[in-house]
């Protein structure tokens, strides 16, 4: 299975690539991680914030490929204990579709995105810087993925 993270985001400081090249190497080969960098919208004083996040999201759209399961991460979504984001990950191992993490821009995901996921998920309440949400968001695939096999990293 492969799970695409699309993210608009503009380039990450190598704190957060060392921290997400750490987790993601942890990850067995059966759950490939792919990272999907799209560019910000170009900001200017006349550019409304709903323009930003349509044109994002048109980009963010042509890279879900048919077929494939799409959550966005969205502030106001469902909050995932690890436990909880691990029965998840099992149950997309076992469909085999891959499945997209979408990430919007720092204005948030465009309505477009959100109608075409399948669930919202949020990492909590607090507002996350995007670097921290890319070491958080890899982090905790890479947990969840322990309780689906046993492993001792997790102590619950």
């Known amino acids: 299975m492969r799970i695409s993270v699309v993210s608009v985001a503009g380039k990450m400081p190598a704190w957060v690539d060392a921290g997400v090249d750490e987790y993601a190497r942890r990850l067995p080969r059966e759950l490939r991680l792919q990272w999907r960098d799209?560019?910000?919208a170009r900001r200017g004083r006349?550019?409304?914030?709903?323009?930003l996040r349509e044109r994002e999201g048109e980009q963010i759209l042509r890279h879900l490929a048919p077929g494939d399961r799409t959550i966005a991460l969205d502030v106001e979504g469902e909050s995932w204990s690890t436990p909880r984001l691990?029965?998840?990950?099992?149950?997309?191992?076992?469909?085999g579709r891959?499945?997209?993490?979408?990430?919007?821009?720092?204005d948030g995901l465009s309505r477009g995105c959100l109608a075409a996921?399948?669930?919202r998920w949020s990492l909590g309440p607090l507002t996350l810087p995007h670097p921290l949400v890319r070491v958080v968001l890899v982090e905790q695939l890479y947990r969840a993925w322990t309780i689906t096999v046993n492993h001792p990293y997790h102590r619950a």
């Open 98 to 106: 891959n499945v997209n993490l979408v990430i919007g821009g720092p």
């Open 117 to 119: 996921a399948e669930r």
């Open 86 to 95: 691990a029965e998840h990950l099992r149950g997309w191992m076992m469909d």
């Open 46 to 51: 006349d550019v409304a914030v709903e323009q």
């Open 38 to 40: 799209l560019p910000l």
